[in-house]
């Protein structure tokens, strides 16, 4: 009786010489390699970041927000937004209330990043705050912030 091996041993070869030449093959001068069309190119347009505080700059732990500092957002995009409405509005989760809104039309020639200031009104006070973008009525993100009552100065001596 004959193994396994000794029985399969030229179809095992043929295998391996197969795989091993099909690792080394190099393309030959007809293949044509897909290039990239611009639909491949074009990236679908989306928030990459959403950075919020008083200092939206700050890319280290921000500041804390305190009702008399502006609110700025900062939104970083990827790919070519077509013609759309974004709408953001900031609310107070204590009643629902909207102390800010913001809208901003946006085009192929929209930069990124964008920035959205929400400055301190008279009805903002201290607690969490719900930030909601919208794209064409559409909700596309939320992001939660805290704003705190403004610490008293200390007395200068």
Do not use: W
Request: proline content about 10%; aromatic content about 4%.
């Amino acid at each position: 009786m004959k193994s396994i091996a000794g029985r399969h041993a030229p179809l095992v070869i043929a295998c391996a010489l197969l795989t091993a030449s099909g690792c080394q093959r190099e393309p030959s001068a007809n293949a044509t390699m897909a290039a990239p069309t611009a639909a491949n190119a074009a990236m679908p347009f989306a928030f990459k970041e959403i950075r919020m505080g008083s200092d939206a700059d700050n890319a280290s732990r921000p500041e804390p927000v305190t009702t008399q500092d502006p609110v700025i957002v900062t939104i970083s995009t990827v790919g070519q937004p077509k013609d759309s409405l974004l709408t953001a509005r900031l609310l107070f989760l204590g009643n629902g209330q909207a102390v800010g809104s913001k809208e901003l039309r946006l085009s192929n020639t929209t930069p990124s990043p964008i920035e959205l200031r929400f400055e301190p009104s008279s009805n903002r006070m201290p607690g969490r705050y719900l930030l909601e973008i919208k794209l064409d009525d559409q909700l596309a993100a939320q992001r939660d912030l805290d704003i705190v009552e403004k610490p008293p100065e200390s007395p200068k001596q």
